[in-house]
């Protein structure tokens, strides 16, 4: 839409989110989001700057996955429209607050790990959470190594799947130790 700012912003969770459920049975999360730079003091070195405060929307069955997946502290990426949400408080005092109305939150995978779990269409807060869809290997997209042209034992040779064949050349090539190489003997890849 014309004249709309549009964000993506990258920070913490202040607390968990609160989902409110309106007049007409939509349901909204809402939570804080932290944002503080590093900055480079000549004297003391890097430290933390000033935390600037977001508040973050979401809709719905997006209300309903942001509640159960994070948590406060937890590191994330929002993106969204921006917006300055003003009110009177009972006290006459005038406040306003920077919203983000959000359409992708993700968690930020450059300080941690995480696991996804999809979730069923529908399901409902306050209800049983749903079930994790579940799938055997035969069922399961076909994979990088199974590209179109390539079959069998062939698929996964090193360059097969016209990737490079040096890892240097950016071929995945998983270590000994690596959990992605427990994944690959899962789905019959090696």
């Known amino acids: 839409m014309p004249n709309e700012t549009q964000v993506t912003v ?11 459920v309106t007049p007409r049975g939509n349901r909204l999360a809402r939570f804080r ?3 503080t730079p590093r900055v480079r003091d ?3 070195g890097w430290r933390d700057g000033s935390t600037d405060w977001y508040t973050v929307k979401v809709w719905n069955d997006f209300a309903d996955n942001v509640s159960r997946s994070l948590d406060k502290g937890t590191p994330v990426i929002v993106r969204g429209t921006l917006t300055v949400e003003t009110w009177t408080t009972d006290d006459g005092q005038d406040r306003s ?6 359409d992708s ?5 450059n300080t941690g790990t995480a ?3 999809r979730v ?9 959470p749903p079930a994790p869809r579940t799938t055997d ?3 399961l997209a076909p994979t990088p190594w199974d590209l179109p042209g390539t079959a069998g034992e062939d698929a996964a040779a090193p360059g097969a799947s016209g990737l490079p064949a040096d890892p240097a050349d950016g071929a995945f090539e998983p270590q000994p130790d690596d959990p992605a190489e427990e994944v690959l003997a899962e789905v019959g890849g090696s």
């Open 10 to 20: 990258r920070g913490f969770v202040g607390g968990p989110p609160i989902v409110f």
């Open 137 to 139: 290997a035969a069922q």
């Open 97 to 102: 607050s920077p919203t983000i109305t959000a």
């Open 42 to 44: 000549a004297t003391e």
């Open 115 to 117: 696991a996804f779990t």
């Open 120 to 128: 069923v269409r529908g399901a409902r807060i306050g209800g049983e």
């Open 33 to 35: 989001l932290g944002t």
């Open 105 to 109: 939150v993700g968690v930020e995978l």
